[in-house]
């Protein structure tokens, strides 16, 4: 029974999981079904407020992360998967650690209580709990011949106001590492994809996105994995040059090693065709 | 006894009394609100060399650092480069002295909008505020809305039409927004933003 419980997790998908990374939060959902383990979607979650509240005013910004604070059970671990709700969520959680009259003031407003001692941890965190050798043990899939590019873009472990919690440089190829994959070390695996510019001002933004895809090219990369679904959108997005290749959620190639078979329903959501790939991976097996 | 006259008669010796005591410098504050201690900056230059987005901004991230610590108020709170700043920490991570310099670009902003100053980059503003819109409806980012709203603000109807075209073919753009149930609780944290701002 104890064991069981361990394997329970709040989860908080976000708006873009929810929606445009739709294929990113299925094949996370498939993959946790696969280990066994639990993610309960946090009832009636609300945005995390993004740039776009941090930008125009910090009471909103505080009090859209709390409220989703506010709705989580104690006892079980919040998880994220993207970078950016699990970085608002976290200092926001930080934020009202050290002000426990906004946090009062907060709680009376939805009377709900906020648990300050709650883990907030990423979806990568829990599969280094789950232990790799586990992990290998549920493949059904080799990933051996797949060169990937892990792409982790800004914001899963540079923020330096967290920066005493715990980092995620390198959790990517320990994870599918050990499912047969081979990182691609020298492209640029921590470049900014652009974010919101992407959307306002796609001028600047294309040419850093062809830097990024020209060094996976460069290092012969089949394809860039990445850990953040608005930077899969942006290196889609704003990739136009000749070479086009491939961007996956990190969730995706995950799945596809633990042997789901919905994967089809994933790839054809991508703007860049994924099958020559697949269709290698497949060669090789 | 003897007082000192002033030299010019004309000068007139501001009554201390009254004016009482000076506010804070624009360093003193930028300091206070950003909890980032930015006086150690040497303007070694590696958060410009370092910035991904340096060619779209008017000054650089130690450039600006410069300006607040000279006073510039108005160049700094109008530049574009708080705008263009996405927050990606690049120059936060290499700066030798440690300075989180996006932390300041944060609260600069903030005092942009604040203080009501002529935006430098309003196109983006617009955006953010597009997003406050759709999530103070919903409770979530319904994208194709915020989209559609920033086209009608900018008035750039055929930029990017190819690629929101891609991503409604691809059922990437949903049409109906993924919403909160209980809207009310959302919509009462948007008073303090607006009355803010209005």
């Known amino acids: ?285 | 006894m003897y007082t000192a006259q002033p030299l010019r008669q004309d000068v007139v010796t501001p009554d201390l009394g009254k004016i009482g005591k000076p506010g804070p410098s624009l360093a003193a504050e930028v300091r206070e609100q950003s909890g980032t201690d930015f006086y150690r900056c040497y303007q070694c230059r590696s958060c410009g060399n370092g910035c991904p987005f340096v060619q779209a901004m008017d000054y650089t991230p130690n450039q600006v650092l410069r300006l607040v610590q000279f006073g510039m108020r108005q160049e700094v709170l109008t530049c574009k480069t708080i705008w263009v700043c996405v927050g990606c920490h690049t120059c936060s991570s290499q700066c030798p002295m440690s300075i989180d310099i996006a932390a300041v670009m944060d609260t600069l902003r903030l005092m942009a909008v604040e203080e009501g100053v002529a935006i430098g980059k309003p196109n983006i503003i617009d955006f953010h505020e597009e997003v406050l819109r759709s999530l103070e409806k919903y409770g979530r980012a319904h994208k194709l809305g915020i989209m559609l709203g920033y086209k009608r603000q900018t008035g750039r109807w055929l930029k990017d039409l190819d690629v929101g075209l891609k991503m409604l073919a691809k059922r990437k753009l949903d049409l109906i927004p993924s919403r909160v149930r209980d809207v009310k609780e959302i919509t009462e944290l948007f008073q303090c933003y607006w009355r803010e701002t209005a």
């Not at chain 1, 906020?114 to 990423?122: A, F, M, Q, S």
């Not at chain 1, 990445?226 to 996956?248: D, G, H, V, W, Y």
């Not at chain 1, 994933?266 to 991976?281: E, G, S």
Request: with cysteine; hydrophobic share 40%.
């Open chain 1, 1 to 285: 029974m104890s064991d069981l419980r361990l394997q329970d997790f709040s989860y908080f998908p976000g708006c873009s999981l929810a929606t445009t990374a739709g294929e990113s939060n299925r094949s996370m959902m498939q993959a946790a079904r696969i280990l066994g383990l639990n993610l309960i979607e946090l009832q009636d979650w609300n945005c995390c407020g993004s740039s776009s509240a941090q930008t125009m005013c910090k009471n909103l910004s505080l009090a859209m992360a709390a409220r989703n604070l506010s709705l989580a059970p104690p006892g079980r671990p919040l998880v994220a998967m993207c970078p950016r709700c699990l970085h608002y969520l976290r200092s926001t959680q930080k934020c009202l650690k050290s002000d426990p009259e906004t946090r009062e003031a907060l709680e009376e407003k939805w009377g709900r209580p906020i648990y300050t001692d709650l883990e907030i941890i990423h979806f990568m965190e829990v599969l280094s709990r789950y232990g790799l050798d586990r992990l290998k043990a549920n493949a059904r899939r080799s990933l051996k011949g797949l060169r990937y590019v892990p792409y982790y873009g800004c914001t899963l472990f540079r923020p330096p106001r967290l920066a005493k919690e715990r980092y995620f440089q390198g959790e990517m190829e320990n994870i599918l590492g050990a499912l047969g994959a081979q990182a691609v070390p020298d492209a640029l695996s921590y470049r900014c994809c652009g974010s919101f510019l992407s959307a306002t001002d796609p001028e600047i933004v294309t040419p850093l996105v062809q830097e990024i895809i020209g060094s996976a090219a460069a290092a012969k990369a089949d394809c860039l994995v990445t850990a953040c679904a608005m930077c899969q959108l942006n290196l889609e997005m704003r990739n136009t040059s000749r070479a086009k290749i491939p961007i996956f959620h990190f969730s995706e190639i995950l799945a596809l090693a633990l042997g789901a078979e919905d994967y089809e329903e994933w790839f054809v959501r991508h703007l860049v065709d994924p099958r020559l790939v697949i269709r290698k991976l497949a060669q090789a097996a």
